[in-house]
């Protein structure tokens, strides 16, 4: 079994920067992607960002040159620097992890952590 734990979340003023964090942990054999989704009130979870094990990134077009990916793959964490924060950001944001802990892949999700941009 695999766990993510996500910190980093918090309210910030529009323009503003946040960085969020997300370790995974147990028996864990490779992760590949690793990333961001979020989802706003009333809304469905959408992609933000994910990176694969070699560098690849896919990023949703509202975040192309604001938040940036970037992963540690020594210690199973993925980070999330947002910057130039919108007021439309706002949302729980989900760390997402593809593992193989045993035999096969199988998808983990974070417990979220609240994104609150205020205008």
């Known amino acids: 079994q695999v766990q993510l734990v996500e910190s980093g979340g918090g309210l910030v003023q529009a323009g503003g920067s946040l960085r969020l964090s997300c370790a995974a942990s147990g028996t864990i054999f490779s992760i590949n992607p690793m990333g961001w989704y979020r989802q706003a009130p009333g809304k469905q979870r959408d992609l933000v960002a994910t990176?694969?094990?070699?560098?690849?990134?896919n990023y949703v077009d509202s975040v192309k040159g604001r938040f940036t990916i970037s992963r540690d793959n020594a210690k199973n964490t993925v980070y999330l620097q947002m910057n130039s924060l919108k007021p439309e950001d706002t949302a729980v944001y989900y760390c997402y992890a593809r593992a193989r802990s045993a035999a096969s892949y199988s998808d983990y999700w974070g417990q979220g952590t609240q994104v609150t941009v205020s205008s």
């Open positions: 990176m694969t094990s070699t560098g690849s990134t």
